[in-house]
């Protein structure tokens, strides 16, 4: 069994900045993708960010620029560094790994708030 826990979400107003954090442990034989998934109210859950293990990385337009993902391979950890944050990036932001043998796994989520 995989589990993902993260962290780092909070309340912030807008421009501020936020980390949040994803360690995955249990039965990980190998590592495709990790990534970072958003869910607002009343909508559907959009990638926000993604990164192989190779390093190559994936963005959402709307967080272009503001947004940087990274990992630590040997910790099987994810970080996303969210600057000059918006209203609209309010939501829950759940981790998402992705196994070489293409079996995903999900986070709890934790929740990110930016008050104008």
């Known amino acids: 069994q995989v589990q993902l826990v993260e962290s780092g979400g909070g309340l912030v107003q807008a421009g501020g900045s936020l980390r949040l954090s994803c360690a995955a442990s249990g039965s990980i034989l190998s590592i495709n993708l990790m990534g970072w998934y958003r869910q607002a109210p009343g909508k559907q859950r959009d990638l926000v960010a993604s990164?192989?293990?190779?390093?190559?990385?994936n963005y959402a337009d709307s967080v272009k620029g503001r947004f940087t993902i990274s990992r630590d391979n040997r910790k099987n950890t994810v970080y996303l560094q969210m600057n000059s944050l918006k209203p609209e990036d309010t939501g829950v932001y759940y981790c998402?790994?992705?196994?070489?043998?293409?079996?995903?796994?999900w986070g709890q989520g934790t929740q990110v708030t930016v008050s104008s």
């Open positions: 990164i192989f293990t190779t390093g190559n990385t």
């Open positions: 998402h790994l992705l196994t070489s043998g293409l079996v995903g796994h």
